[in-house]
Nanobody
Framework: QVQLVESGGGLVQPGGSLRLSCAASGSIISINIMGWYRQAPGKQRELVASITGGGRTDYAESVLGRFTISRDNAKNTVYLQMTSLKPEDTAVYYC????????????????WGQGTQVTVSQ
């Protein structure tokens, strides 16, 4: 069974920084794309950033230049470095792993973490 465990959320002042981590555990052969989504109260979940196994990244326009996604393939871990945080970044941040393969016989599937709260406030 694959599990995604997130850490690093919390309360930070505007202009501050936080680093989120998400480790995928289980008998994993490969993960195609890992990413971070967020959901603010009353809003839909949205993509924040994603990264392929080869290091290709994609960012939401609202976080370009402020957030950096990275990945350690050997550890099946993805990170999100967040800087110059704004109150509008406040949300629950979810880790996502897409096209996860646990063997060579079954198809792949996607997994979600439980979410970690990020609050940007004075």
């Amino acid at each position: 069974q694959v599990q995604l465990v997130e850490s690093g959320g919390g309360l930070v002042q505007p202009g501050g920084s936080l680093r989120l981590s998400c480790a995928a555990s289980g008998s994993i052969i490969s993960i195609n794309i890992m990413g971070w989504y967020r959901q603010a109260p009353g809003k839909q979940r949205e993509l924040v950033a994603s990264i392929t196994g080869g290091g290709r990244t994609d960012y939401a326009e609202s976080v370009l230049g402020r957030f950096t996604i990275s990945r350690d393939n050997a550890k099946n871990t993805v990170y999100l470095q967040m800087t110059s945080l704004k109150p509008e970044d406040t949300a629950v941040y979810y880790c996502n792993a897409r096209n996860v393969r646990v063997d060579f016989y079954s198809g792949s599937r996607d997994y979600w973490g439980q979410g970690t709260q990020v609050t940007v406030s004075q």
